[in-house]
């Protein structure tokens, strides 16, 4: 049927069938800042449009139905000021406000946000936070923590009412949204580092630019579904594809029997995979409810969705084992039978066991023997995803010249090419994987999980495949964080001095064992790492760190930001604040006698290197009493700690207030492993092409690494044109994950960038001769875009740049590096929580996370505070409300974002974050790591928080309000003087 | 809007369905011609749904919005809504600080300005608060085609599946009080109560909080707190959620605290 639809004031005349979303035919009509997040209940929002003025949710209404109102997409609001000849009027003042605020992390929720402001800054010129808060309420994002878009609209409001004009690109300003900063050590001065400049993709991402996986849209792409398995654990008997290959509009079905064999890990790791290889495209066994079981291509996703329908197949149900206890019991079920099992290390498919871990530092059982009390607990905690709004999504074609072309939204685009070539029996030299922008990621794209769905697709069409998965299959058929069972064992002098430090963790990979190994391995690492002892104990800390990582019929867990630390925090800081407690000790106090301190040696660096050669490492930086000291000045501690008058809530008896702290430790990168490649080249102009393998998933890496190489340059960041992660023109990078881009991708910019700073010198001396005046390269300075002699005689990087181009003795300035570290200097902070309990009902409201960090010297504050605080927001749900939950048959409680809810702008607590910066010798600039450690401590600081407001000591994570209530009620029955003595 | 009839024979692209209608009619009488010539396939488009789909295999998709049915009025002391009033329409109407919280537990604001009452309540189950509190406020529906309302039951939910609510009545629409408990502030419950002081001195409670439970009752001012009745309702309201003890326990609580609110209302309202 013809459709007109009213559109940015523009009528749009298209052909349509009735049951086609607005959501589809907009993305169809190349409004492509309407975005997807696959959801089926409007949860998301990511798909806002303005109907009569109003955000509504495109995807809750068909196109039919939007015939006679007005529509209004981010299309129509304000575009780049400078292009070329034609100046236009520049960014609304609600675009600049993003991007000069840092709201756009990843910006796939971007042009929801500043519609939903849009339609309120219309109505409500003059809004208070709240009411901003509940204008963007419908648009859930997970990278922000809604600070600092909350800050833009309330700035847009003030420019608005101004009648302020916007500024061109060059003028755009992040440096009033900066957060607080402290100077442990000295920084040296710098231009650009240090300095909150604008992300380089924040003005495309503000104008919903078609800069993502989907947005590209080919002629005569098919489009992908995936037939999931509704049993946690059968063999397929068989299967029929009849039906579904005869249905008009179906390209391709493909099953087991249609493809080659080849078993391999989805965990996108450097080689050798340090893992079992466990796992098939297809399979003819299914392991937990989601599991695949069948691909289908066909013309429209609706012909797809009706061809998974007409496949019959016939499962032959074997027993589930969905309770890591139940992996190891004799006579189990064997979940991985398949003959092709590649092992790795001890892990042991008879067992149920995809790895092991037994770590021993110094002498345990010696130190529990010195010690004058001992205390041992188990706790829990959940299985939890990502929850990134983008889904995973991939694009696959042929190019002009046989090769395959992967765009997809990815963390590890070379992972992805070296891992997908066996599976679809490509050399690598055949395969260009593209990671274009990415809708948020948080570990779980650091799985090579889908890229082969549309890349066997296209092998068997010849034709381009798109396949973006579902919110309901992000649930049951991506990855999660593992969930882990963990029992404390801590013996200590009474005066807090910590003897010994045993942690014994059963870790529950689900059906496959990606990440197994190596996220457990974290999980001990960087938690027990942080804690040795005082006294003599400092030199010979004794550790214990044993872990069982067993498969079970449920989703795989994989990689989620912070890589298993905070599964190791709940239990150890929540042990540790129940330990100070009972010997009468200030938490505090206990956790900074015991903590690591500078010039000691990371323990677990003497004994465990996932799998390969431990290399002994000391710790250099260390900020972590500044980090204390900061955050309790914040957020009250010595108002608030032990005063009875607050934690009361005058007139209300059913309320109490709490506060907690959490103290922690990550990495940067792994050491000798994790490598990253740069390479630089100069323009006519002076400006710069910088090219990184790096994976800019909405981090802001690509600025980081930019503002390195314009430092080093000195020139502009605008003069660094970034291209990156796209495996035929950027060198190699393992991917965004470990905590490694600003520290490994940044030095390696660093490296490049020195290289061609050099070349520079040498031809600005070169100049300098020509016209009489001797200078040694070495003396010649780089700043403000001009090579600078002693004199003060300087020569313009352009004049250089036409020099060597043009001019004489030509050559092309360039350079290239790469680097790899022995060391992973940890970012340290404490992290603090203050809670308001109700204790009739249990229900717990965050007031405030305040976070105070040692990340070294912060390269971009506005970035890096929003890596904090948007890393908080997770940190919040998985202390109080996310799981994923299944039934003993393995069925999923949890398919979409509202039985898993994940925080709304119009609930979230008080963040800060405050940067306490030390100088890492070994960093790019004294930079460490920022983002995943934000992750780790604010769950226990909750807890701990719960446990000051009201006795509660809740041992299973997350604090719902149940748990809370029991943990109560437990005090009541057993324990009249409220004493916690559950030890 | 265009004031004349709309309706078009969708392009065969989709095999599976040849032949697909789409009318908007104008008038109730244009509506009922539909009805006659299309009988039992025709589908209807009530506004925003969670989720924009065909279902099944209808000959007709017939588009509801130029009826009138997002309209609200006053009269009597009651409230009507049309069937496609949206959840935040309804928040601005009712002025109840309770049913806006409720409303905002529900959803963000963008779904509140898609989802219509017909597709809610098509929807709703004993997690859905805002459903909770039409409840408590005996709220009455009139199905297209009908000549009677109905109180929100299994049945009415089940009419929904292929008809839309005509006229949503609030009768007496005073005294709300809601409370609940969820894991975070805008979680869904997994308890909840809401009650609804009536005109004739009764408190109609309804209670929710799991999928599968819905459960209404009335108490009487200085007659009965109420309490042993709600515990007795949540004695077996057990699921992956929440245990039935603690609900039973809860639910005390929270009834106890809307009564209390309730009381103040009433309270304050004398003073003045």
Same mark, same amino acid.
Not at chain 1, 725 to 732: A, C, L, Y
């Given at each position: 049927?013809?459709?007109?639809?009213?559109?940015? @004031?523009?009528?749009?005349?298209? /052909?349509?069938?009735?049951?086609?979303?607005?959501?589809?035919?907009?993305?169809?009509?190349?409004?492509?800042? $309407?975005?997807?997040?696959?959801? *089926?209940?409007?949860?998301?929002?990511?798909?806002?449009?303005?109907?009569?003025?109003?955000?509504?949710?495109?995807?809750?209404?068909?196109?039919?139905?939007?015939?006679?109102?007005?529509?209004?997409?981010?299309?129509?609001?304000?575009?780049?000021?400078?292009?070329?000849?034609?100046?236009? /009027?520049?960014?609304?003042?609600?675009?600049?406000?993003?991007?000069?605020?840092?709201?756009?992390?990843?910006?796939?929720?971007?042009?929801?946000?500043?519609?939903?402001?849009?339609?309120?800054?219309?109505?409500?010129?003059?809004?208070?936070?709240?009411?901003?808060?509940?204008?963007?309420?419908?648009?859930?994002?997970?990278?922000?923590?809604?600070?600092?878009?909350?800050?833009?609209?309330?700035?847009?409001?003030?420019?608005?009412?101004?009648?302020?004009?916007?500024?061109?690109?060059?003028?755009?300003?992040?440096?009033?949204?900066?957060?607080?900063?402290?100077? $442990?050590?000295?920084?040296?001065?710098?231009?650009?580092?240090?300095?909150?400049?604008?992300?380089?993709?924040?003005?495309?991402?503000?104008?919903?630019?078609?800069?993502?996986? +989907?947005?590209?849209?080919?002629?005569?792409?098919?489009?992908?579904? *995936?037939?999931?398995?509704?049993?946690?654990?059968?063999?397929?008997?068989?299967?029929?594809?009849?039906?579904?290959?005869?249905?008009?509009?179906?390209?391709?079905?493909?099953?087991?029997?249609?493809?080659?064999?080849?078993?391999?890990?989805?965990?996108?790791?450097?080689?050798?995979?340090?893992?079992?290889?466990?796992?098939?495209?297809?399979?003819?066994?299914?392991?937990?409810?989601?599991?695949?079981?069948?691909?289908?291509?066909?013309?429209?996703?609706?012909?797809?969705?009706?061809?998974?329908?007409?496949?019959?197949?016939?499962?032959?149900?074997?027993?589930?084992?969905?309770?890591?206890?139940?992996?190891?019991?004799?006579?189990?079920?064997?979940?991985?039978?398949?003959?092709?099992?590649?092992?790795?290390?001890?892990? %042991?498919?008879?067992?149920?066991?995809?790895?092991?871990?037994?770590?021993?530092?110094?002498?345990?059982?010696?130190?529990?023997?010195? +010690?004058?009390?001992?205390?041992?607990?188990?706790?829990?905690?959940?299985?939890?995803?990502?929850?990134?709004?983008?889904?995973? =999504?991939?694009?696959?074609?042929?190019?002009?010249?046989?090769?395959? =072309?992967?765009?997809?939204?990815?963390?590890?685009?070379?992972?992805?090419?070296?891992?997908?070539?066996?599976?679809?029996?490509?050399?690598?030299?055949?395969?260009?994987?593209?990671?274009?922008?990415?809708?948020?990621?948080?570990?779980?794209?650091?799985?090579?999980?889908?890229?082969?769905?549309? +890349?066997?697709?296209?092998?068997?069409?010849?034709?381009?495949?798109?396949?973006?998965?579902?919110?309901?299959?992000?649930?049951?058929?991506?990855?999660?964080?593992?969930?882990?069972?963990?029992?404390?064992?801590?013996?200590?002098?009474?005066?807090?001095?910590?003897?010994?430090?045993?942690?014994?963790?059963?870790?529950?990979?689900?059906?496959?064992?990606?990440?197994?190994?190596?996220?457990?391995?974290?999980?001990?690492?960087?938690?027990?790492?942080?804690?040795?002892?005082?006294?003599?104990?400092?030199?010979?800390?004794?550790?214990?760190?044993?872990?069982?990582?067993?498969?079970?019929?449920?989703?795989?867990?994989?990689?989620?930001? !912070?890589?298993?630390?905070?599964?190791?925090?709940?239990?150890?800081?929540?042990?540790?604040?129940?330990?100070?407690?009972?010997?009468?000790?200030?938490?505090?106090?206990?956790?900074?006698?015991?903590?690591?301190?500078?010039? /000691?040696?990371?323990?677990?660096?003497?004994?465990?290197?996932?799998?390969?050669?431990?290399?002994?490492?000391?710790?250099?930086?260390?900020?972590?009493?500044?980090?204390?000291?900061?955050?309790?000045?914040?957020?009250?501690?010595?108002?608030?700690?032990?005063?009875?008058?607050?934690?009361?809530?005058?007139?209300?008896?059913?309320?109490?207030?709490?506060?907690?702290?959490?103290?922690?430790?990550?990495?940067?990168?792994?050491? %000798?492993? @994790?490598?990253?490649?740069?390479?630089?080249?100069? %323009?006519?102009?002076?400006?710069?092409?910088?090219?990184?393998?790096?994976?800019?998933?909405?981090?802001?890496?690509?600025?980081?690494?930019?503002?390195?190489?314009?430092?080093?340059? !000195?020139?502009?960041?605008? @003069?660094?044109? $970034?291209?990156?992660? @796209?495996?035929?023109?950027?060198?190699?990078?393992?991917?965004?994950?470990?905590?490694?881009?600003?520290?490994?991708?940044?030095?390696?910019?660093?490296?490049?960038?020195?290289?061609?700073?050099?070349?520079?010198?040498?031809?600005?001396?070169?100049?300098?001769?020509?016209?009489?005046?001797?200078?040694?390269?070495?003396?010649v300075v780089l700043r403000d875009r001009q090579a600078i002699a002693p004199s003060g005689s300087q020569i313009s990087m352009a004049q250089?740049?036409?020099?060597?181009?043009?001019?004489?003795?030509?050559?092309?300035?360039?350079?290239?590096?790469?680097?790899?570290?022995?060391?992973?200097?940890?970012?340290?902070?404490?992290?603090?929580?203050?809670?308001?309990?109700?204790?009739?009902?249990?229900?717990?409201?965050?007031?405030?996370?305040?976070?105070?960090?040692?990340?070294?010297?912060?390269?971009?504050?506005?970035?890096?505070?929003?890596?904090?605080?948007?890393?908080?927001?997770?940190?919040?749900?998985?202390?109080?409300?996310?799981?994923?939950?299944?039934?003993?048959?393995?069925?999923?409680?949890?398919?979409?974002? =509202?039985?898993?809810?994940?925080?709304?702008?119009?609930?979230?607590?008080?963040?800060?974050?405050?940067?306490?910066?030390?100088?890492?010798?070994?960093?790019?600039?004294? +930079?460490?790591?920022?983002?995943?450690?934000?992750?780790?401590?604010?769950?226990?600081?909750?807890?701990?928080?719960?446990?000051?407001?009201?006795?509660?000591?809740?041992?299973?994570?997350?604090?719902?309000?149940?748990?809370?209530?029991?943990?109560?009620?437990?005090?009541?029955?057993?324990?009249?003087?409220?004493?916690?003595?559950?030890? | 809007?265009?004031?004349?009839?709309?309706?078009?024979?969708?392009?065969?692209?989709?095999?599976?369905?040849?032949?697909?209608?789409?009318?908007?009619?104008?008038?109730?009488?244009? &509506?009922?011609?539909?009805?006659?010539?299309?009988?039992?396939?025709?589908?209807?488009?009530?506004?925003?749904?969670?989720?924009?789909?065909?279902?099944?295999?209808?000959?007709? &998709?017939?588009?509801?919005?130029?009826?009138?049915?997002?309209?609200?009025?006053?009269?009597?002391?009651?409230?009507?809504?049309?069937?496609?009033?949206?959840?935040?329409?309804?928040?601005?109407?009712?002025?109840?600080?309770?049913?806006?919280?409720?409303?905002?537990?529900?959803?963000g604001v963008n779904l509140r300005n898609s989802l219509s009452l017909t597709n809610?309540?098509?929807?709703?189950?004993?997690?859905?608060?805002?459903?909770?509190?039409?409840?408590?406020?005996?709220?009455?529906?009139?199905?297209?085609?009908?000549?009677?309302?109905?109180?929100?039951?299994?049945?009415?939910?089940?009419?929904?599946?292929?008809?839309?609510?005509?006229?949503?009545?609030?009768?007496?629409?005073?005294?709300?009080?809601?409370?609940?408990?969820?894991?975070?502030?805008?979680?869904?419950?997994?308890?909840?109560?809401?009650?609804?002081?009536?005109?004739?001195?009764?408190?109609?409670?309804?209670?929710?909080?799991?999928?599968?439970?819905?459960?209404?009752?009335?108490?009487?001012?200085?007659?009965?707190?109420?309490?042993?009745?709600?515990?007795?309702?949540?004695?077996?309201?057990?699921?992956?959620?929440?245990?039935?003890?603690?609900?039973?326990?809860?639910?005390?609580?929270?009834?106890?605290?809307?009564?209390?609110?309730?009381?103040?209302?009433?309270?304050?309202?004398?003073?003045?």
């Open positions: 049927m013809k459709l007109y639809l009213l559109i940015n @004031d523009k009528t749009y005349e298209t /052909e349509c069938h009735p049951t086609e979303s607005l959501l589809e035919v907009l993305r169809r009509l190349g409004l492509l800042s $309407v975005k997807s997040g696959g959801c *089926v209940r409007g949860e998301c929002g990511a798909c806002t449009v303005l109907m009569d003025g109003e955000p509504v949710n495109a995807c809750m209404f068909l196109a039919v139905q939007a015939q006679g109102h007005s529509l209004e997409t981010l299309e129509q609001f304000g575009q780049h000021p400078e292009q070329g000849w034609k100046k236009t /009027e520049g960014f609304d003042p609600i675009q600049k406000a993003f991007i000069e605020s840092g709201s756009i992390q990843c910006g796939y929720c971007t042009p929801a946000m500043i519609l939903a402001a849009k339609a309120l800054l219309r109505q409500n010129p003059d809004p208070s936070e709240s009411e901003v808060r509940e204008a963007l309420s419908g648009v859930l994002c997970r990278c922000t923590a809604y600070v600092k878009p909350v800050q833009a609209v309330l700035k847009a409001a003030a420019d608005i009412r101004q009648n302020k004009k916007t500024s061109p690109e060059s003028e755009l300003n992040a440096q009033a949204y900066e957060p607080e900063m402290v100077a $442990v050590d000295a920084i040296p001065e710098t231009e650009i580092i240090g300095k909150s400049e604008v992300k380089v993709d924040a003005a495309k991402l503000a104008q919903g630019k078609p800069a993502f996986t +989907a947005d590209l849209q080919l002629p005569g792409t098919l489009i992908a579904k *995936v037939l999931r398995s509704p049993y946690a654990h059968a063999r397929i008997v068989s299967i029929d594809t009849s039906k579904a290959k005869a249905l008009p509009g179906v390209a391709a079905v493909m099953t087991w029997e249609d493809l080659p064999r080849v078993v391999y890990s989805t965990a996108g790791q450097s080689d050798p995979i340090p893992g079992p290889l466990d796992m098939f495209s297809l399979d003819n066994k299914v392991r937990f409810v989601g599991d695949r079981v069948a691909f289908v291509a066909a013309e429209t996703a609706e012909i797809a969705e009706k061809a998974l329908e007409l496949i019959d197949v016939i499962y032959e149900p074997l027993p589930v084992i969905v309770d890591p206890r139940d992996s190891m019991k004799e006579g189990a079920v064997r979940i991985h039978d398949e003959a092709e099992y590649v092992n790795f290390a001890e892990s %042991n498919p008879l067992i149920n066991l995809a790895a092991k871990i037994r770590i021993d530092i110094g002498d345990v059982e010696k130190g529990f023997a010195e +010690a004058d009390r001992i205390f041992e607990q188990e706790y829990v905690v959940p299985k939890v995803h990502q929850a990134h709004i983008e889904p995973h =999504v991939a694009l696959t074609y042929w190019d002009e010249d046989d090769r395959l =072309v992967i765009r997809t939204s990815t963390q590890v685009p070379f992972h992805v090419r070296r891992q997908m070539a066996p599976v679809l029996g490509l050399p690598i030299k055949r395969i260009r994987v593209i990671k274009p922008r990415i809708g948020g990621g948080f570990g779980n794209k650091q799985e090579v999980l889908i890229e082969d769905v549309a +890349a066997h697709l296209t092998i068997a069409t010849g034709r381009p495949v798109l396949y973006e998965m579902t919110r309901e299959e992000e649930f049951i058929g991506s990855r999660s964080r593992h969930p882990m069972r963990i029992r404390m064992k801590t013996g200590v002098k009474l005066d807090g001095t910590m003897t010994a430090n045993q942690m014994t963790v059963l870790s529950d990979t689900g059906a496959y064992g990606c990440h197994a190994l190596t996220v457990t391995g974290n999980t001990g690492q960087k938690s027990m790492g942080l804690y040795i002892g005082d006294g003599e104990y400092r030199k010979h800390p004794n550790i214990r760190f044993y872990a069982d990582i067993v498969y079970t019929n449920t989703p795989p867990a994989g990689a989620y930001r !912070g890589y298993g630390v905070p599964q190791g925090y709940w239990p150890l800081d929540r042990h540790l604040e129940n330990i100070a407690r009972s010997l009468g000790m200030d938490p505090i106090e206990f956790r900074l006698k015991n903590a690591i301190r500078p010039g /000691e040696f990371q323990p677990f660096s003497t004994a465990w290197n996932e799998g390969r050669e431990p290399v002994p490492e000391v710790i250099h930086t260390v900020g972590l009493e500044q980090a204390v000291a900061e955050g309790r000045k914040a957020i009250g501690w010595d108002e608030k700690f032990g005063n009875e008058a607050w934690h009361a809530i005058p007139g209300k008896p059913h309320l109490r207030r709490g506060i907690g702290v959490a103290t922690v430790m990550q990495g940067s990168a792994i050491p %000798n492993l @994790d490598m990253g490649g740069a390479s630089i080249k100069i %323009n006519d102009d002076g400006s710069f092409n910088l090219l990184v393998g790096a994976t800019d998933l909405g981090t802001g890496s690509d600025t980081i690494l930019g503002q390195i190489a314009a430092e080093t340059l !000195g020139v502009k960041l605008e @003069d660094i044109i $970034v291209t990156s992660s @796209d495996t035929d023109t950027t060198p190699f990078d393992k991917g965004a994950y470990a905590s490694s881009t600003t520290y490994i991708s940044g030095t390696a910019v660093l490296k490049a960038a020195k290289e061609v700073a050099q070349k520079i010198r040498q031809r600005a001396a070169q100049i300098f001769e020509a016209k009489g005046e001797k200078v040694e390269p070495s003396d250089i740049a036409l020099d060597s181009l043009h001019w004489q003795n030509q050559e092309q300035i360039m350079a290239s590096a790469s680097h790899v570290s022995p060391n992973s200097p940890p970012p340290f902070a404490a992290q603090f929580a203050t809670v308001l309990v109700d204790i009739e009902t249990g229900q717990v409201k965050v007031e405030e996370l305040i976070m105070a960090v040692d990340s070294g010297v912060i390269i971009n504050p506005v970035t890096a505070s929003g890596q904090i605080e948007g890393g908080l927001a997770q940190a919040l749900g998985y202390g109080v409300c996310e799981e994923m939950r299944y039934d003993a048959n393995g069925q999923p409680r949890e398919r979409d974002l =509202v039985n898993y809810h994940i925080f709304r702008a119009d609930e979230m607590p008080e963040i800060r974050s405050i940067f306490v910066q030390t100088y890492e010798e070994t960093g790019p600039y004294g +930079a460490k790591a920022v983002a995943e450690i934000p992750l780790d401590g604010a769950a226990p600081a909750i807890g701990n928080a719960v446990l000051d407001a009201c006795g509660a000591n809740v041992l299973d994570n997350p604090l719902t309000p149940e748990r809370i209530w029991q943990a109560m009620k437990h005090n009541l029955e057993s324990k009249p003087n409220g004493q916690d003595q559950r030890f | 809007m265009a004031q004349t009839r709309l309706c078009w024979v969708g392009r065969c692209i989709q095999m599976t369905k040849p032949e697909l209608t789409y009318a908007r009619p104008v008038s109730w009488d244009e &509506l009922e011609s539909l009805q006659q010539e299309f009988a039992e396939r025709i589908m209807y488009l009530a506004g925003g749904d969670y989720h924009a789909k065909v279902k099944g295999n209808p000959a007709i &998709l017939i588009d509801l919005q130029e009826l009138d049915l997002d309209q609200v009025e006053f009269a009597d002391g009651a409230i009507t809504l049309g069937g496609l009033v949206n959840l935040q329409q309804l928040g601005n109407a009712l002025e109840s600080g309770d049913m806006q919280e409720a409303i905002s537990i529900e959803a809610y309540v098509k929807s709703s189950n004993g997690r859905s608060v805002v459903q909770l509190c039409l409840n408590a406020m005996e709220t009455e529906y009139l199905i297209g085609g009908d000549e009677d309302v109905q109180a929100y039951s299994p049945a009415l939910k089940a009419k929904l599946e292929d008809n839309f609510i005509e006229e949503i009545r609030i009768p007496n629409p005073i005294s709300l009080a809601f409370a609940s408990v969820g894991r975070s502030p805008k979680d869904q419950p997994v308890v909840a109560v809401a009650a609804s002081r009536r005109s004739d001195a009764r408190i109609h409670i309804a209670c929710g909080g799991a999928e599968a439970m819905w459960a209404e009752f009335d108490i009487y001012y200085g007659d009965d707190d109420g309490q042993a009745t709600i515990r007795h309702l949540f004695s077996n309201v057990r699921d992956e959620w929440a245990s039935a003890e603690y609900r039973q326990e809860v639910a005390a609580v929270l009834l106890s605290r809307c009564l209390q609110k309730l009381w103040r209302d009433s309270y304050s309202k004398e003073e003045l």
